[in-house]
């Protein structure tokens, strides 16, 4: 037996770590965290000092036994868990669980996987910190106590199933208010000037007016100033500059270039940057340090050097910005310079090559550049309001541009581009200029990376808290992504060319966008509530200041317990005095009266979602209820749109005997004939659809659903659904990659599909009792599960299946099934009349 037991946090990472311990260390994994507050109560004593009461969960007791076995067997501990916060708690849920001697326990922390590292923190074992994980038990209990009292009373006043929490709430608002600016913004209308000339030698150039026009007339007049203009060059001035590089990636910015520069979500980056971490490719990926080690700066020199020469090189530190910035010291770096790509999945790769250039782009020359800004004249018109001016850019030594560069938010950023050879008193010919109107731009709707940059600004949260609040937020149904297809509007263009002015009317879409944080109207009403009520709990400042605390209990400058206290003597009184006395909240407008009843049409959320109702509670005659469609919200719905959903269903005709008719679903309009239904194209009217129309519909979904093929006597249809193209066959969907041309599927592509499916779900196998119609198959993420009917069982990854047997299968089929639920009986009380 192995006299040294080390125990880290994750499979992947004890991989990697035993390879580079000797046969003397045993690694093991704790699966994450094995204790925490208990899931069905507070599980915090608030009535005395605020202490925890952890528990070890169910899916952990398999791997508390299997640790305490490791750990009596083992002559020293050692507890590797990641060096932050979270890490060092986990650390210390061990010993305390597992009951480990102090003499026999050490304490290791380190920042990358490699051999050097291991090994350097092997010599130099530390204790516990009981500071951090103070700091980690006071963000856990304050986060547990807001919750868990927050919840219930969303509940009570304004539906169930809600949940509050001192980051996500305060997320949410962010984002609710930048929709309610963004509704409240009236755009500005203007008149943009752009041109284009050509010099002599024939090289075309663009220019424009420093500012714009306020009216068409003005843009009109100038317009009708250049008609057979002569041009010149007025004023050139070429400087030179200099670009330096951006610091390497912290936890913040790594989620904000992922995003820009791959696509990632939030999520996708740290799962990516957690494996390749666990690998030993990356540093710790959970920081708010722009620092490098001196071996990393070292190594970094020497590869740009051998890569690239020795004038791109020039080490450099970075200070960072972030309040209160903790956690591992070091920014997100490679941890070998000299591999310049990886072998890994394509998320990972295309991430860890993102995270290489960012670093070694960090430590090498600034770019040098020669600026040049143009000034044109107008022959007669000296004005410098109405010079038209080009900017160019050359780049006379690339430095760090070579390898990278930072990515922006800005929309509206124009590059600037290459000019051609140019002289003062040089004439010039005008091909064309346009005045386009334009209007002003409200805000920006927030991506994730967009939000996390903004939190970090306001202090909230911290690196390890972004992406999971991101995550629950959307989860929660308070927030949704690109779920706006913006409006047509119209404008005008003036172009003057050849000498003549013509006007053009063209149209444009306003207002879409694809991916951005959308706040539901359930995430507006929980949002309004909580501001009206517990403006404290969502005020920036506090949430920041939180966080400032929980810093200062890291430094052993404050009490964690106290904090509690002071905290929990103004909040819970707070609670009570909103369950008993708030009212309800439902996020209810009134929008007129219905003309054929005289009764009040307002909106509100309902049980079942946003909807429309005609009449109160109070009238004799039960009100009406039509749900809202999903591209329509609460806050913006007009009286008109409103009326129109009770004109659904519209009932249209028959086809082949069964009645056709048009309505709004839950995900949408749609066609229903008998019990079929056909979605309507993105954009549609459902008030707007025909017979004629709708018969379209269901004959393309008659053809869609047609076989296409015939295997094994049965057949083999295809379509498109959430998550791409797919053939069906024998109730089986198989997703068909881009590899193959799916309009022109052959039949042995066909063939080769179905055939794979069958041998990917053979190797899910792991048992099959087909008499007793059970199964063991492989899962996400490393588990299994047990199923039989509609019943899945999902085993923790720490469960060993290979040598399951029926009898054990059943069992935990058993345990795991649905509980029947208690009929109540009906008691009917007799109805007595008194005789007068």
């Known amino acids: 037996m192995s006299k040294n037991l080390v125990i880290v946090e994750s499979p ?3 991989k990697t770590i035993e390879k580079f311990l000797g046969k003397d260390y045993k690694v093991a994994s704790s699966f994450g965290h094995i204790s925490d507050l208990p899931s069905k109560e507070l599980g915090v004593d608030v009535e005395g000092d605020f202490e925890p009461k952890y528990q070890v969960s169910k899916d952990k007791k398999d791997v508390v036994k299997k640790l305490k076995e490791l750990a009596k067997k083992a002559d020293m501990v050692w507890l590797a868990s990641d060096e932050d916060r979270e890490g060092e708690a986990i650390a210390w849920h061990l010993a305390e669980t597992l009951n480990l001697d102090k003499d026999k326990t050490k304490r290791i922390v380190f920042h990358e996987i490699t051999k050097s590292a291991i090994n350097k923190a092997i010599e130099n074992p530390r204790q516990i910190d009981y500071n951090l994980v103070d700091a980690q038990q006071a963000r856990r209990v304050l986060d547990r106590i807001v919750g868990y009292e927050l919840s219930p009373v969303l509940w009570r006043k304004v539906k169930g199933g809600l949940s509050a929490g001192r980051v996500q709430s305060v997320s949410v608002r962010l984002i609710v208010e930048r929709e309610r600016d963004i509704q409240a913004f009236e755009a500005e209308a203007s008149y943009r000037v752009d041109a284009e000339f050509t010099t002599e030698d024939g090289k075309s150039f663009k220019a424009k007016l420093p500012s714009n026009f306020k009216s068409k007339k003005e843009a ?189 938010d800005d929309e509206d950023e124009e590059q600037s581009g290459l000019l051609p050879d140019l002289k003062v008193n040089d004439n010039l010919n005008r091909n064309y200029i346009t005045a386009t109107q334009r209007f ?23 690196p390890s808290t972004y992406a999971p609040t991101i995550s629950t937020i959307q989860n929660r149904n308070y927030v949704e992504k690109g779920t706006v297809d913006g409006e047509e509007r119209e404008y005008i263009q003036l172009v003057l060319e050849d000498e003549k002015l013509k006007e053009n009317n063209l149209t444009e879409r306003h207002g879409s966008d694809k991916g951005k944080l959308v706040p539901t109207d359930i995430g507006m009403i929980v949002t309004d509530f909580l501001v009206n009520h517990f403006e404290s709990i969502l005020d920036y400042n506090f949430t920041a200041k939180v966080e400032e605390s929980f810093d200062d209990i890291a430094d052993g400058k ?33 929008l007129g009266i219905d003309p054929k009843t005289g009764k009040q049409v307002s909106v509100r959320l309902g049980r079942f979602g946003p909807m429309v109702q005609i009449g109160t509670v109070d009238d004799e005659e039960k009100p009406q209820f039509a749900s809202l469609s999903p591209d329509q919200q609460l806050g913006t719905i007009t009286y008109e749109e409103a009326m129109d959903l009770f004109k659904l269903p519209k009932k249209l005709g028959h086809y082949n005997e069964e009645e056709v008719e048009v309505n709004n679903g839950r995900y949408g309009p749609y066609v229903r004939y008998g019990e079929k239904f056909v979605s309507l194209p993105k954009g549609v009217d459902p008030l707007s659809v025909e017979y004629d129309e709708a018969l379209v519909y269901i004959k393309e979904k008659e053809k869609a659903d047609a076989p296409i093929y015939t295997y094994q006597g049965l057949d083999v249809q295809k379509g498109k659904g959430r998550f791409g193209p797919f053939i069906k066959w024998n109730n089986m969907f198989i997703n068909v990659n881009k590899k193959y041309d799916w309009d022109n599927l052959s039949d042995d592509d066909i063939v080769t599909l179905i055939e794979d499916k069958i041998q990917k779900e053979k190797d899910k196998l792991i048992h099959v009792w087909e008499d007793e119609g059970i199964r063991v198959e492989k899962a996400r993420w490393g588990r299994h599960n047990v199923i039989k009917g509609k019943q899945k069982v999902e085993l923790a990854k720490t469960v060993d299946v290979s040598k399951m047997t029926l009898e054990e299968a059943q069992a935990i089929l058993e345990k795991n099934a649905p509980k029947k639920k208690a009929t109540k009986k009906k008691t009917t009380k007799r109805k007595t009349t008194k005789k007068k």
């Open 12 to 14: 992947a990472k004890a």
């Open 220 to 408: 009109e007049a100038f317009l009708n100033k250049n008609i057979n203009a002569n041009y010149s060059i007025a004023d050139l001035e070429k400087k030179p500059v200099k670009k330096s590089p951006a610091p390497p990636f912290t936890t913040s910015t790594l989620q904000q270039e992922a995003s820009r520069k791959l696509g990632y979500s939030v999520g996708r980056t740290m799962s990516n940057a957690q494996r390749l971490y666990e690998a030993g490719l990356i540093t710790y990926m959970r920081t708010d340090s722009v620092n490098l080690s001196v071996e990393a700066k070292q190594g970094a020199e020497r590869e740009i050097i051998s890569a690239y020469g020795e004038e791109y090189s020039k080490p450099r530190n970075y200070k960072g910005k972030a309040k209160g910035a903790q956690e591992a010291h070091e920014a997100i770096r490679p941890t070998n310079f000299a591999s310049h790509s990886v072998s890994v999945e394509r998320d990972q790769a295309r991430l860890y090559d993102l995270i290489w250039k960012r670093a070694i782009a960090s430590q090498m020359s600034e770019a040098k550049l020669e600026r040049t800004n143009v000034k044109i004249a107008v022959e007669g018109n000296s004005t410098v309001k109405e010079q038209f001016s080009a900017n160019g850019e050359m780049i006379t030594f690339e430095g760090f541009l070579k390898v990278y560069l930072e990515g922006n």
């Open 440 to 462: 002003t731009r409200p805000p920006a709707r927030y991506t994730e990376a967009s939000l996390v940059k903004k939190l970090e600004e306001l202090g909230i949260g911290r």
């Open 558 to 590: 404050e009490d964690w317990k106290a904090m509690m206290k002071d905290f929990y003597k103004g909040f819970h009184p707070q609670v009570e005095d909103v369950k008993e006395n708030a009212e309800r909240e439902s996020g209810e407008r009134i």
